[in-house]
C-alpha cells in the first residue's frame, strides 16, 4: 500500500517547516524511521553537501535517529546500486529544493528512483520541497529556461508551483495554458500539503497557504484546512 506524499513550497529544513515535517516523520514510523535525503538538486550550484547536511541537522533536531544525505547528485551516482539499496529501505525520502530539470534528469528512469518508488509503494513517505515537489508531477515548470518539461509522474496531473506567495504565482498563467487539464497546486514558503498516498484527501501544515487552480475556480486552504483532490497520481 503507498505511502504518504509530503508536498512543501520551499525553505526546507527551518521555520514553520517543523510542523510538516513532523508529521511526515510521524508517518514514517517515528523517531527509528530511516531518512534518506536527495542533495541532487542543488548540486548545479555545488551546493549538494552543504543542504544535505543541512538536512540531516534539522530531522534530527526534529527527532529522528537515522538521517542520511546521500550522495546521489547526477545521473551517475542515481545509477549506484548502493545508493539505490538505501533508497529502496528508507522510510522517509526528502529531495529539497533547487534546481528541477538537473534533478528530474538525474533521477529519470535510474535506479534510484526505481528504489522511490517501490519504497513508497510498500509505505515509504516522499516528500519533496520547491524543485523537489516540482519534478513528482507529470510536468513542471523550469523556471531557468522559462519551459514547461516533463516531471516524474508520481503524483500524475498535479502541478507543483512553489514559493507561491512570492514569486511561483507568477508562472500560473503559463501553466494553465500549457496544462488545461492539470491541477495546478500552489504552495507558499515553510508550509507543506500531506497526504496518505492513496485517499486523495491531504491537509495543510506550516506558515502558509496552499490555493489549487483548475479551469473554473480558485481555492485556498490555510494551516489545518483539509482538502481533496480526484488525481493524485
Known sequence: MPG????AGGAEFGGQMAAP????????GGAGAPV???PAAAAPDHNAERAGQNGVRWFRSLGAEQVDALPLVDRASANDPAIADQLRHAQLIYLLGGFPAHLADSLR???SWQALREAFHSGA???GSSAGAMVLGNHYYDPFQSVVKPGLGLIGQVCVI????TFGRQWTAILSEALPTSLLMGIDEETGALTPGTSGTWQVFGKGRVVLYTQDQITSFGRGDVFRIDDDG
Open 109 to 111: 528512469e535510474s535506479l
Open 36 to 38: 534518506a535525503i536527495i
Open 162 to 165: 512553489p514559493h507561491h506567495a
Open 125 to 127: 513517505v516522499i516528500a
Open 4 to 7: 504518504h506524499l509530503l508536498l
Open 21 to 28: 515535517d513532523r508529521q511526515a516523520l510521524a508517518a514514517a
